[in-house]
């Protein structure tokens, strides 16, 4: 789709996030064809930090997934209002987080939540705020399967906090989350084998240890881990994707289904614009010339941002005037999903009218 053809893109105001709902909806429905079908729809257990929007979670829930994982509590919250049965908090919690799990509990008995633990203390502060020994809260170990970022080892260090979490009343054993998130490799072969190593351990485990659940992966690897084992599967990004992961991981057959709507508000030279992205519309995290793309203008090159401005330098700076519009692909969705407060959605090809607000930006 040319997203600066879409009809009724001249009443959207800049800068501002745009979402495609069917694309949205044919990623879904990939990510249910890559786990093997419908038939084992059960399986995904797809994150939610990428697009925050309650709508989106309800079109997965519709789709026949019930399980997603959070990273903070107002996206446990979002997941639950839109009809999530079970929600694990995939971050965990200490200090007065804990207190407001156990008020999300009580205000959404029809959702199942869960929280992750890497740390015996951590789980006796949840055990003791949330816990519940006629209806255990279910606490899923995380394990550091390379990443460095969070988590223990497999072996004695996990079999420790598992015989820990045992002996809390209101804390129940759930299984074992495994986020490889430091592979992404875009050679799919490399990529193949790094999962397949870190699979092989997890499994030899699993025949002495049997755990009740096993969630395992991300976006990169989400293909390989559904392709070789039957645990749940958990991508995030694969909801809206972005030109990041689609050119490092082709071997996902997923469409982008964001782009930012951005004008042209100066022409402070040559050669040069000036529009209205700056880096309070788009993740600031990569490399200037790492942060977009421009469909429309492929030799733009980024000169310089601050917090409203981006200006760029192009062969098209002569035939573009101030108020026309720019689209951008940003490298990196879920931190610039963050940073407006709704989504324009586009819908048959044009734009309906609908906003669709980022409820769980907040934290």
Not at 254 to 278: F, Q
Request: proline content about 7%; some cysteine.
């Amino acid at each position: 789709m040319n997203w600066k053809d879409i009809p009724g893109l001249d009443g959207v105001e800049s800068p501002g996030l745009l979402i495609d709902a069917d694309a949205v909806q044919q990623n879904i429905d990939r990510m249910i064809e890559i786990v093997g079908g419908p038939d084992h729809v059960d399986r995904l257990f797809p994150h939610v930090k990428t697009h925050k929007i309650p709508e989106i979670t309800r079109m997965q829930v519709d789709a026949g997934i019930t399980k997603f994982k959070a990273a903070t509590l107002s996206e446990a919250q979002m997941a639950a209002t839109a009809g999530a049965r079970e929600v694990l908090i995939a971050h965990q919690l200490v200090g007065p987080k804990v207190d407001r799990l156990a008020t999300l509990i009580d205000d959404f008995p029809n959702t199942q939540f869960a929280v992750l633990v890497d740390d015996p203390h951590a789980a006796d502060a949840i055990n003791q705020k949330c816990g519940d020994a006629e209806n255990p809260l279910d606490a899923y170990i995380d394990i550091d399967c390379g990443m460095h970022r969070t988590g223990i080892l497999l072996g004695n260090p996990s079999d420790a906090l598992r015989a820990h979490l045992d002996s809390l009343s209101g804390l129940r054993y759930a299984g074992l989350h495994v986020y490889d998130g430091h592979l992404h490799d875009p050679d799919l072969q490399v990529r193949t084998e790094k999962v397949k190593e870190i699979l092989g351990k997890v499994a030899r485990h699993e025949q002495q240890h049997p755990s009740p659940r096993v969630i395992v992966g991300g976006s990169p690897t989400f293909g390989i881990w559904a392709a070789e084992t039957s645990w749940h599967c958990s991508p995030g990004t694969t909801l809206l994707w972005d030109f990041g992961y689609g050119n490092a991981h082709p071997d996902l057959p997923m469409t982008v289904a964001a782009a930012l709507i951005s004008r042209v508000i100066s022409k402070p030279g040559e050669g040069k614009i000036c529009i209205d992205l700056g880096h309070k519309s788009i993740s600031a995290e990569m490399p200037l010339e790492k942060r977009f793309q421009f469909p429309d203008l492929p030799d733009a090159q980024p000169i310089g941002q601050s917090e409203e401005h981006l200006v760029l330098q192009t062969p098209n700076a002569a035939s573009l005037h101030v108020g026309d519009i720019v689209i951008a692909i940003p490298r990196h969705i879920c931190p610039t999903v963050a940073l407006h407060s709704h989504a324009t959605v586009v819908r048959g090809g044009r734009v309906t009218g609908e906003r669709w607000r980022v409820t769980a930006r907040d934290r």
